[in-house]
């Protein structure tokens, strides 16, 4: 579930107090999101004193150009109208306050092209350094402080984060920067209007997402980030060499996490069956260990092979030789100065979608398989897996960075139903491995006589390591100890401001739910959440909503 912006309250609310500590997720690396969003930007001259102290606010951020730096690119169809894409202009600049992104957007014209119509389709989208700041604290980013604890970023306390100054625009990383943009252009929402101008047939709808509505009408093309050159450079200069499953059709799932865990959990049966069956059948119906061997080093190697021509060598050279052909138009237009940017944007703009890790688990996956499922008989499978994930590791990066657009940055909490299928898979290996062992000609000489004693201490000695697995499992925790000191720090600080904030009686709370549940879109939010916003608005604590992902 996407998360949107706290929704502005139209009553006259008390000044502000502080807020509680939020509840931090788990997220990836690169972007740590609170579950705590910050109020919407426009309620900021609304609400009395409540950001008293912040020296700049919405309404005063600086939208000159010359601090225009390109983080996300817009194409729209070539056919569109000018009034429609002046009112995608004007909405994408106005104010909060307006309903408007208040973002930076200019189109992408060479100065030779300037009378054509075949790149006024491509506009460029940023945001100055304050309104990128604001717009942190909104989604609830999430950032390690002086003291080494990780809170959700504010704008007055901003001098409490580490790695943070004035004159350094290297606080925000480039992907949180361009998840902000795409948070606030998602968040775009339709007001008084009843159609998008200039198409009477695309219908609009209060409170419904703009970009959505013109992704769907095929006004917008596409909304991709643009790479950093400069990072990239330095990514090339450790790289080892320089060299798509299509999605189930869409079900009628409520969350993309349900979505994503019914196409795994079906994709994996059926490469499962497809991959392993046959080897299943030359271990245990034919018994032929030769023949396993032989199967399981060609069906190793080869894909292993294919997956590194497939994946990163042909689309590689594919995309080079569009990207000379690029080159050699722009020095022949006698670019400017921003024929460098105009390339960029020109190269991108024709690579293909990274459609997600799905792909790239998938492989692990069956590589996992391809191992340790008869490690017994074939232990070199090991040795060609190492040396497969050292190349590996470049191409993904060459594949990432000059095959694919830069993907957006999406929070996550972990690696979801991947885990339980790689566990999933280490238990059947366990159970496999003891099954040929027990099958080897070796073992069967020790007993000539009795095939129920080999037969009860294969099985007595498969659940001895069934055991030592789930005891090791059990006995290394998913989060380390500091992590989990951190965390309940951080959950007993925000108990602490909270029971502070919301010392008011119950019927008072109870009579607060309707402006609750109006004001939070209550299908986000359980019981308990709701009674906390309540809360939260009986006391005047006008702080951020609490919200899960789903």
């Known amino acids: 579930m996407r998360l949107g912006p706290a929704t502005p309250s139209a009553r006259r609310l008390p ?3 502080p807020r509680p500590a939020p509840y931090p997720e788990r997220c990836s690396p690169g972007l740590r999101v609170s579950p705590a969003l910050g109020p919407a930007p426009e309620d900021v001259e609304r609400r009395g004193g409540r950001l008293s102290k912040m ?7 600086d939208t000159h150009e010359s601090s225009f730096t390109p983080l ?3 194409e729209l169809a070539q056919d569109v109208k000018e009034e429609t894409k002046e009112w995608l202009k004007n909405r994408i600049i106005s104010k909060k306050k307006d309903g408007g992104a208040q973002l930076l957007f200019r189109p992408l014209l060479n100065k030779y092209e300037k009378e054509t119509l075949e790149n006024q389709n491509l506009y460029l989208v940023g945001a100055s350094k304050i309104r990128l700041l604001l717009g942190a604290e909104a989604v609830g980013l999430v950032k390690e402080c002086n003291d080494n604890t990780m809170r959700a970023f504010t704008y007055g306390t901003r001098h409490t984060f580490k790695g943070f100054d004035d004159d350094n625009d290297d606080f925000l990383t480039m992907a949180e920067c361009q998840f902000i943009i795409k948070h606030e252009l998602e968040n775009l929402r339709a007001r008084d209007e009843k159609m998008i101008p200039g198409y009477p047939q695309a219908k609009l709808y209060p409170g419904k997402s703009l970009l959505r509505r013109l992704l769907t009408s095929g006004i917008v093309i596409q909304v991709f980030p643009l790479h950093d050159n400069e990072a990239l450079k330095k990514l090339e200069d450790s790289w080892y060499t320089r ?3 299509k999605c189930q059709p869409t079900e009628n799932h409520r969350l993309e996490s349900a979505y994503q865990n019914h196409l795994i959990l079906k994709v994996l049966v059926f490469n499962f069956l497809n991959c392993f069956a046959s080897l299943f059948y030359i271990a245990f119906v034919l018994r032929d260990m030769k023949l396993l061997r032989q199967s399981l080093a060609t069906l190793l190697i080869t894909s292993q092979i294919l997956n590194q021509v497939v994946e ?3 689309p590689y050279w594919l995309q080079r030789k569009h990207h000379m052909q690029v080159k050699r138009k722009v020095q022949a237009l006698k670019a400017d100065i921003d024929a460098t940017l105009y390339e960029q944007v020109v190269l991108e703009k024709e690579m293909g979608t990274y459609l997600g890790t799905f ?8 590589q996992f398989g391809y191992v ?13 897996a190492v040396l497969n994930n050292l190349t590996e590791v470049n191409s993904d990066a060459l594949k990432m960075c000059r095959v694919f657009k830069r993907p957006f940055a999406e929070p996550s909490a972990s690696i979801g139903v991947w885990q339980l299928a790689f566990e999933t898979m280490s238990v059947i290996s366990v159970v496999t491995n003891c099954a040929l062992i027990g099958m080897s000609p070796q073992v069967n000489a020790l007993f000539p006589e009795s095939k129920a004693d080999l037969i009860l201490i294969v099985v007595a000695v498969e659940h001895a390591l069934l055991a030592f697995k789930f005891i090791l499992a059990f006995a290394i925790p998913d989060k380390p100890r500091h992590i989990q000191m951190k965390l309940a720090r951080l959950e007993f600080e925000s108990l602490e401001a909270l029971k502070q904030q919301c010392s008011v009686p119950f019927t008072h709370l109870w009579n607060l739910m309707p402006v609750a549940l109006a004001d939070t879109h209550s299908d986000c939010l359980a019981p308990t959440q709701v009674m906390h916003v309540a809360g939260t608005q009986a006391s005047g604590f006008c702080g951020p909503r609490t919200r899960h992902w789903k």
Do not use: G, Q
């Open 312 to 314: 990163s060598l042909l």
């Open 15 to 17: 000044p502000h107090r």
């Open 72 to 74: 996300v690119v817009i």
């Open 55 to 61: 020296k700049v606010t919405l309404s005063a951020l």
């Open 372 to 384: 340790s499922l008869f490690s017994c008989v074939y232990p070199l499978a090991a040795t060609f």
């Open 243 to 245: 060299f798509t499953i």
């Open 359 to 366: 792909d790239d688990y998938l492989e692990l996956f069956l």
